[in-house]
């Protein structure tokens, strides 16, 4: 079947900031993308429903309204989540907020399409520190952000980690396993697109103010940023870019994560 190149918006996991990833297809149908979320903080919990696009489509995100979308918690305690009035097709509920160790199911009906995920979140890994080190890029000093924490031992934890800039988020995909430093003492650091740009603009400053969100996810949602990352970036050998590897049962793209968050904020001196 002849492949069509769609774009997939991704939506980002803590603010309306829109992510866009060439995705090749292996069919010419389109598909629902559903993302969705529940975490440890307080009203942590969303569902964002679109669609892939064609590449001559117009480059912005096109919310699907009219969708029945729960929450089910350990499988016995249901919430129904409704459309936000400022977002079309992105779906959320007040006052929950889920727990460490406990499962939770998201079941979403778009029509006639029924999708469903499930994720257990993670044991917390304490978020020790945020520092900026130097790093040096194509022959100049570059800053970049360091996180510091400890993964425990027994292997089977992994991480998620979203950058902010001056409250605006870097779009580049951070996730790491313990595969191996399973039990170690870690710093890392987060090199994004920006950082690796020879454009002197775009580098960190005295004054900006950098934060750094942690996630613990689980395995299957590190697979599908790992396959993200992977497919926006050509890695793997591949000359055409796979679709991600979603948890979602039903035919939609995207994933469904339960998982911890912790920030930790550092402004440049």
């Known amino acids: 079947m002849k492949q069509l190149l769609y774009i997939v918006i991704i939506i980002s996991c803590f603010c309306a900031c829109q992510k866009v990833i060439d995705i090749n297809l292996n069919t010419a149908d389109k598909k629902y993308v559903v993302e969705g979320y529940v975490t440890d903080a307080v009203n942590g919990v969303r569902v964002s429903i679109s669609q892939t696009m ?3 489509d117009e480059n912005s995100f096109e919310g699907i309204s009219g969708a029945t979308v729960k929450i089910i918690a350990d499988g016995a305690t249901e919430y129904v989540l409704t459309e936000s009035s400022a977002s079309k097709g992105v779906y959320t509920t007040t006052g929950f907020k889920g727990m460490i160790g406990h499962t939770y199911s998201m079941y979403v009906q778009v029509g006639t399409d029924t999708f469903r995920a499930e994720s257990t ?3 917390e890994v304490y978020f020790d520190s945020l520092a900026l080190q130097d790093r ?3 022959g100049k000093t570059r800053r970049v952000p360091a996180v510091y924490y400890t993964d425990p031992e027994g292997k089977g934890n992994s991480y998620h980690f979203i950058e902010w800039r001056n409250k605006l988020k870097e779009g580049t995909i951070f996730v790491r396993n ?3 430093t399973d039990g170690r003492n870690l710093s890392i650091q987060l090199v994004s697109f920006s950082s690796d740009s020879d454009d002197d ?5 005295t004054g900006d103010t950098i ?3 942690m996630q613990c996810i689980d395995a299957a949602v590190y697979k599908y940023w790992y396959s993200l990352d992977a497919g926006a970036t050509g890695e793997g050998g591949s000359a055409t870019p796979a679709n991600p590897v979603t948890n979602i049962k039903g035919g939609a793209l995207g ?3 339960a998982h911890s968050v912790q920030t930790r904020t550092i402004i440049a001196d």
Not at 201 to 205: E, F
Request: no cysteine; glycine share 0%; charged share 25%.
């Open 178 to 180: 313990d595969d191996n």
């Open 255 to 257: 994933y469904f994560s």
């Open 136 to 138: 040096v890029v194509f």
């Open 201 to 205: 603009s775009k580098q960190i400053k």
């Open 54 to 56: 064609n590449i001559d």
């Open 211 to 213: 934060s750094i969100e």
């Open 121 to 123: 979140m993670p044991h």
